[in-house]
């Protein structure tokens, strides 16, 4: 059974939302975040990026970051621009994005369901990303930012989830992305915590080291407490949980910024390549690659009796090309390539060739939520950068303190 726990969420007035609510910390780089922030104080921003306060240059995980964006919440929590509910709540985000609705529960749920494997992960987690989302929840002690989890649809759920939205909701507004975002408070908490009862399983979509670093933290946390009972807040984190119909995943795209020399040729000769193709894939099993200014399909080979990682495509790419032909054994490592997810198009994958900053960009087909969740069941691990979720939470609309 899955832990479903309501939270006293600190909020922004309604007014206020749209000025407040923020890209995710790790969808920008600084430089990006502080453009968005520029002119903004209320940008939430500024507590997920502190290191925009500080002068550029500023190491990310000097001591002063760390500080500035504990800062800055307290700054957010004592001046107002977020209030807290007064009792705990549960409540529904829809996010729309083209017109296609995604809609999930915001909730708290367990540190304890993670390191149980009732929440399960499909990638494997850097110690260096680990410490730094450890340090900065430790630091402000709060959560700032939900994760990204899904599971396999649940009729009970769906009802309450569509009860919930026939009312009026809390916030409702467009980003500048074009995205709408709705949220809900939900009347039936009990009742969106008894049905989770029944939900054997959570899947990571977006959010590994933050999930792994809200485990880290209510370590330490236990560790220093003499009267821990398991329910203190700093055993739970925020999430927001949508079921597997609902979540849309785009491709994760990679270029290769030095191919040797005739590698065109050592690919024809290797491989079935067509020229003149759609840069996008229609089907599984086969990528689009561009050099010297074309697209060319290429089907990818599939090993004997394969496993559920083995059939995915970014596996196949992986172990028959990546890997033999350019070297690129650890691509969570490799300086030699780089990742362009999919929200950017195939139109960056041609600027990144034709400007020189690669000399080859893959185009791939997306990964699909079935192969996500088999990966995760089986307890395996994809490779990097295996999927793009889209639209991405907003942060800064609930916030969970301890």
């Known amino acids: 059974m899955a832990i479903l726990k309501p939270f006293k969420a600190w909020h922004p007035d309604p007014k206020n939302v749209e000025q407040i609510a923020c890209v995710p910390y790790d969808v920008v780089s600084v430089k990006e975040a502080r453009s968005i922030a520029k002119g903004n104080p ?150 969106f915590v008894n049905a989770f009862k029944s939900i054997s399983h959570l899947y990571i979509a977006d959010g590994h080291h933050r999930c792994k670093s809200a485990s880290r933290a209510a370590k330490q946390k236990r560790k220093n407490n003499s009267v821990h009972t398991g329910n203190e807040e700093y055993n739970f984190f925020p999430a927001v949980i949508f079921p597997m119909s609902n979540m849309n995943i785009l491709p994760y795209n990679r270029v290769v910024h030095t191919i040797p020399n005739n590698f065109l040729n050592t690919l024809k000769h290797k491989f079935s390549l067509t020229p003149d193709a759609n840069p996008q894939p229609s089907e599984k099993g086969t990528i689009r690659i561009y050099i010297d200014g074309d697209w060319y399909s290429m089907e990818l080979p599939l090993a004997n009796n394969p496993n559920s990682v083995q059939k995915l495509d970014v596996h196949r790419l992986q172990e028959f090309v990546l890997s033999p032909l350019l070297d690129i054994d650890d691509p969570r490592r490799n300086e030699n390539i780089s990742f362009v997810g999919g929200i950017r198009g195939t139109e960056e994958l041609e600027k990144l060739v034709d400007n020189g900053t690669a000399e080859l960009a893959i185009s791939m087909y997306a990964t699909s939520i079935e192969e996500l969740v088999e990966v995760s069941d089986e307890g395996r691990l994809m490779p990097p950068k295996s999927t793009w979720f889209e639209p991405k939470l907003r942060s800064g609309l609930l916030v969970h303190t301890f």
């Not at 985000?93 to 494997?117: H, M, W």
């Not at 700032?144 to 569509?162: G, W």
């Open 42 to 191: 209320k940008s939430f921003l500024h507590v997920v990026r502190p290191e925009i306060d500080l002068p550029e240059g500023t190491d990310p995980h000097d001591d002063e970051v760390y500080d500035m964006g504990a800062e800055n919440l307290n700054k957010f929590l004592g001046n107002g621009i977020l209030q807290q509910e007064k009792q705990p709540q549960l409540y529904v985000y829809r996010l729309i994005r083209n017109g296609r609705p995604q809609t999930g529960i915001f909730a708290c749920v367990s540190v304890e369901d993670y390191d149980n494997k009732v929440i399960l992960k499909h990638e494997l987690t850097r110690p260096d990303k680990e410490d730094d989302r450890t340090r900065h929840i430790l630091t402000q002690q709060a959560h700032a930012e939900p994760v990204m989890l899904t599971y396999k649809d649940d009729q009970a759920t769906e009802n309450l989830i569509k009860k919930t939205t026939e009312g009026e909701p809390l916030f409702e507004f467009e980003a500048s992305d074009g995205v709408i975002h709705k949220l809900w408070r939900a009347d039936k908490t009990e009742a």
